[in-house]
């Protein structure tokens, strides 16, 4: 196709509204268009960006042995209540005509879990993982940093299922090895540091962060082994302390979160009653991960 055929056209000058740096350009260019704060149509260009980008995560999900559903984005309250997350300052709700009443998808633990209850009833059924890339709805405040918080954005989220903490702790690290191999094909130079788990779980997670002067994160991190933290859970590295895992220098710096990965235990298995016969015929909850990576951010 000749540049002048595309549907889109570069803009003159770069768009005298926009604060963030990452919209400037591609509003310019013609990658996206703005339709309203934190919303953006992705053009023919940026699409195909993102189905590059998309590409090469299916491939790395399903050589661990994921496979690829489709949820729905919209989400009835029983599922939200069942978790105690309804009232998620993020979440944007809706009451139909008959007075139902349904979150748009910011995540889908709940949906998911409900799905495995299901299907898993034996410990044979264990492992299992899916993962689906779809559009997320989040009522974001700020949305003003173009298409790094946006109010609707594309995420790839893959949730697995296990019959015990230690199986868990291997896939766990399985798909760090799979986020590694899809940012290295990409080609962007991260850092996994650990964070809190918000929302989400009391654990510790772990974020895939892309040093950049936009990046509204700030870690720190070691240049010698990029070990690194987060500043809201910094405890352990941080300016003028030797990093504790080499005894490297530590230095400080905005980055861009563009993946993160989560240990869920047992808290929605237990929520939408997931459990499993083990081997003796008891009963037990199954165990669970969530792990996410954003295609419009990258």
């Not at 044979?124 to 173009?146: H, M, T, V």
């Amino acid at each position: 196709m000749l540049f002048s055929h595309l549907f889109s056209k570069t803009e003159r000058a770069f768009p005298k509204d926009e604060e963030a740096i990452n919209a400037k350009y591609l509003l310019r260019a013609g990658f996206i268009k703005k339709m309203s704060a934190g919303v953006f149509t992705y053009l023919p260009l940026a699409y195909r960006v993102l189905e590059k980008i998309n590409a090469i995560i299916r491939r790395e999900m399903h050589a661990i042995g994921a496979e690829e559903l489709l949820m729905p984005a919209l989400v009835a309250k029983e599922y939200w209540m069942k978790s105690n997350r309804w009232n998620v300052e993020v979440v944007y709700k809706l009451k139909s005509a008959t007075e139902e009443e349904f979150g748009l998808g910011w995540t889908h633990e709940e949906v998911i879990a409900a799905i495995a209850a299901k299907f898993i009833q034996s410990y044979k059924d264990l492992p299992k993982a899916a993962y689906q890339i779809q559009n997320k709805f989040r009522s974001e405040p700020r949305a003003k940093n173009g298409l790094l918080r946006g109010r609707e954005f594309m995420m790839k989220d893959l949730y697995s299922f296990h019959a015990t903490k230690a199986d868990l702790d291997e896939y766990y690290a399985v798909v760090i090895k799979a986020y590694e191999k899809i940012l290295n094909t990409i080609g962007l130079d991260y850092i996994i540091a650990e964070a809190s788990g918000g929302a989400f779980t009391k654990e510790y997670t772990h974020e895939f962060q892309v040093l950049a002067d936009a990046g509204e994160d700030t870690i720190f991190y070691c240049t010698k082994c990029r070990y690194g933290q987060n500043k809201e859970v910094a405890s352990a590295v941080n300016i003028g302390t030797p990093c504790p895992k080499c005894g490297g220098e530590v230095a400080k710096g905005n980055a861009i979160e563009v993946a993160n990965i989560f240990q869920l235990g047992t808290r929605y298995s237990e929520a939408f009653d997931v459990k499993f016969k083990n081997a003796t015929g008891g009963e037990e909850f199954v165990v669970m991960g969530s792990y996410g990576i954003g295609p419009s951010r990258i």
